[in-house]
């Protein structure tokens, strides 16, 4: 069983930054693949970034790239999500997600959010 806390929310203006931690209480939290996903007000969830086992390989959406860099700490079980040039379309619920062994497996383990709220 993997637990993920996350942290860093609150509210930003457009044009700042603002960076987000993903906590995993698991001794073996190098076995797994972490994604950000997000879910605005009324809308569906939505995958944002994801970073391998290894850390060597990161993917994001269209909407985020050249704005948010994930990155992971495996020896201190954290991923953080560094976003820059936020806009109002970034306010949500920031999820963290854990991927046992990487694709295809399903990110079966999932935190409880973080909400942020990015004011024009």
């Known amino acids: 069983q993997v637990r993920l806390v996350e942290s860093g929310g609150g509210e930003e203006e457009a044009g700042g930054s603002r960076s987000l931690s993903c906590f995993a209480s698991?001794?073996?939290?190098?076995?797994?693949?972490v994604g950000w996903f997000r879910q605005a007000p009324g809308k569906s969830r939505e995958f944002v970034a994801s970073i391998s086992k290894l850390g060597d390989t990161t993917d994001y959406a269209d909407s985020v790239k050249g704005r948010f860099t994930i990155s992971r700490d495996i020896g201190e079980n954290i991923v953080r999500l560094q976003m820059t040039d936020l806009k109002p379309a970034d306010t949500a619920d920031y999820y963290c997600?854990?991927?046992?062994?990487?694709?295809?497996?399903?990110?079966?383990?999932w935190g409880q959010g973080t909400f942020l709220t990015v004011s024009s």
């Open positions: 997600a854990a991927q046992l062994d990487g694709p295809p497996n399903p990110f079966a383990y």
């Open positions: 698991t001794r073996t939290f190098g076995r797994y693949a």
